[in-house]
């Protein structure tokens, strides 16, 4: 890693631990932020959002312990972990199929913390996040990569991989042929209501491309068939 990148992502981690607030193992942050319900600027804690969450912060320092070493973007990490954990235990997530905005994200971070210091119990936490959106109602689910479910199939594709369980690419098979269900096709296209709605049709071309790229790369990465090998 370039030594100015690094010390840059030091400094910011630096400034992430020194700022955590903790309440036993759990740790959060106090952010300002424009609230539009009221019209106004105010603080409140993080959720537990990878996109802009605790979780996404413990992904953040996760990579930085693994170059650095230092054992305060470890402990912070897992408070950070900890209260997403709390989060969805509380109940407190309402876009479960989302990877960034949803407990997708928070399944792939625990599962990156299992692999990087060899801990089962953070994996059993990140299969209990995955068994749950097994059973996900897919009727209540939108379809981008921000807040639907194009997002999260490649995760379900790569845990399959690293915890042996086939359950998760029949899971990700089942959404992917679910978002070709709701595709509507014509002149040889491909798109998507947006938010598995018909309110706003995705008809402008800048924003259906990226939404398309993804979805048709996770298309790609399926296998064609039950017990064939994977295309990439």
Same mark, same amino acid.
């Given at each position: 890693?370039?030594?100015?990148?690094? !010390?840059?992502? @030091?400094?910011?981690g630096a400034d992430l631990c020194r700022n955590a607030i903790w309440n036993g193992p759990a740790c959060? %942050?106090?952010e300002y932020n424009y609230d539009f319900n009221v019209n106004s600027f105010n603080y409140k804690p993080l959720s537990f959002e990878f996109y802009d969450g605790t979780s996404g912060i413990a992904f953040f320092l996760l990579n930085l312990y693994q170059v650095t070493g230092e054992i305060i973007f470890k402990t912070t990490a897992l408070g950070a972990l900890e209260h997403? %954990?709390?989060?969805k235990e509380n109940g407190l997530t309402t876009t479960k199929g989302s990877f960034y905005l949803g407990t997708s994200g928070l399944a792939y971070v625990y599962l990156k913390a299992a692999q990087l210091f060899n801990e089962h119990s953070l994996s059993k936490r990140a299969e209990e996040i995955l068994t749950e959106l097994n059973d996900f109602d897919l009727a209540n689910s939108g379809y981008e990569v921000l807040s639907g479910i194009a997002g999260t199939i490649p995760l379900m594709i790569w845990a399959s991989k690293v915890l042996n369980n086939p359950l998760y690419i029949q899971?990700?098979?089942k959404w992917a042929e679910f978002l070709l269900s709701?595709?509507?096709s014509g002149n040889e296209m491909l798109s998507w209501n947006f938010m598995n709605n018909n !309110?706003?049709?995705l008809s402008d071309l800048l924003m259906v491309l990226?939404?398309?790229?993804m979805r @048709?790369?996770?298309f790609l990465i399926l296998p064609a068939k039950k017990n064939s090998r994977m295309l990439v």
């Open positions: 890693m370039n030594d100015i990148y690094k !010390e840059v992502a @030091f400094d910011i959060n %942050w106090i997403a %954990w709390n989060a899971t990700a098979q709701k595709a509507n !309110e706003i049709p990226p939404e398309l790229a @048709f790369h996770n």
